[in-house]
C-alpha cells in the first residue's frame, strides 16, 4: 500500500478546482523559431522558462514532450529536470510524454526514470506504449502505484496510423484498443474518486469513440484539441458518458500565443474555460 496520494485522487481534485485542461510543452524547431528563438539550447532554455512561467499554477497539467529535450543532449534533459520541478512545486500536475514501452529490466529502468520519487524527472504521470503486451508494463504499473504516479496506455490514439494496430481484431473478437482499455479497466476497479491508469484516446475519432467503452474508471488523455483539428465542443460527443474524466490535451493551440507570458496564460485560461463549458453543458 503507498504511503503518497494516488495520482487519480489528485488529478480529479486539480481537474476540479482548475479544469480539465492540459497544455503540451514541445519545443520543436518551427515553434521556437516562430518565438524568434534559436534552435540551440539558449532558445530551448528561454522556451521552457516562458512556457513554465505562464502555465504553472494556472492549468491542471502540463504535459513535456521528452524528445524536443532529448535532442539537445544532457544540457536538454537540465531543462527538462527544472521544468518538472518549478511545475510540480506550483501544484501543476506533470504527465511526462515520453511513450516508453519494452520488457523486463528495460522498462523497469524506464519506470525508474520518470516514476521513481528520487529521480530528477520524476513526473506525476508518464505516457507509456503497450505494444510488446499490456503484461510489459507491469514494472510501471508497480512502481507508478508505489509512488502515487499514474501511467497513460496508448490505446485510441488521434494519429492516423494507429488504426492499424489499434483497431485491429484479436481472435477473441475484440480489438486491440478495446482489450487495453479493459485492462485499464481493471487496474481501476474500485478506485475512487479516479483510478490512477489511464488511457490515451484521442479527441479526433469522432463517433468511432462510441464503438469502445471508455468507462475504465480512470482518466482518459485526449490530445488533437487545435491543430488537429478537434475543439472543445466535440469533447461530449466523442467521449459520452465517459466525458467528466477527458483531460484534453492543447500544444500548439496555446504555445502558438508565446513568446508573451501573458498572452500564453490566457490562451491557455480562455481554453480551459472552453472546456469547462463543453464538459458542464454534457
Not at 28 to 54: C, K, N, Y
Request: proline fraction near 5%; hydrophobic fraction near 45%.
Amino acid at each position: 500500500m503507498s504511503v503518497y496520494e494516488p495520482f487519480g485522487a489528485r488529478l480529479r481534485r486539480v481537474m476540479d478546482e482548475r479544469g480539465p485542461l492540459c497544455v503540451g510543452i514541445d519545443p520543436h524547431a518551427a515553434l521556437l523559431s516562430s518565438w524568434g528563438l534559436g534552435d540551440d539550447i539558449a532558445g530551448l532554455e528561454s522556451f521552457t522558462r516562458t512556457s513554465v512561467e505562464a502555465l504553472a499554477g494556472t492549468v491542471a497539467v502540463v504535459k513535456p514532450q521528452s524528445a524536443f529535450f532529448e535532442r539537445f543532449g544532457s544540457r536538454g534533459i537540465a531543462v527538462l529536470e527544472r521544468a518538472v520541478a518549478e511545475l510540480r512545486a506550483a501544484g501543476t500536475l506533470v504527465v511526462m510524454d515520453a511513450k516508453r514501452g519494452d520488457i523486463g529490466s528495460t522498462m523497469a529502468a524506464y519506470a525508474e526514470t520518470f516514476l521513481h520519487r528520487d529521480s530528477p524527472l520524476f513526473s506525476d504521470a508518464l505516457t507509456v506504449s503497450p505494444y510488446l503486451g499490456y503484461g510489459s508494463l507491469k514494472p510501471a504499473v508497480d512502481l507508478a502505484r508505489a509512488s502515487g504516479a499514474g501511467l497513460f496506455v496508448l490505446a485510441l490514439t488521434s494519429n492516423p496510423e494507429g488504426g492499424e494496430v489499434q483497431h485491429a481484431v484479436r481472435a477473441d473478437g475484440r480489438t486491440v484498443g478495446a482489450t487495453m482499455l479493459g485492462h485499464l479497466a481493471g487496474e481501476n476497479a474500485g478506485e475512487e474518486p479516479l483510478g490512477s491508469f489511464g488511457a490515451v484516446v484521442g479527441a479526433t475519432l469522432g463517433d468511432l469513440a462510441a464503438t469502445y467503452d471508455l468507462g475504465i474508471n480512470g482518466p482518459l488523455l485526449a490530445p488533437g484539441i487545435g491543430a488537429q483539428g478537434a475543439t472543445p465542443a466535440d469533447l461530449p460527443t466523442v467521449f459520452g458518458a465517459a466525458v467528466r474524466n477527458v483531460v484534453p490535451n492543447v500544444s500548439r493551440g496555446v504555445l502558438k500565443a508565446g513568446p508573451s507570458v501573458g498572452a500564453l496564460r490566457e490562451a491557455a485560461v480562455r481554453f480551459a474555460d472552453e472546456v469547462r463549458e463543453a464538459v458542464d453543458g454534457a
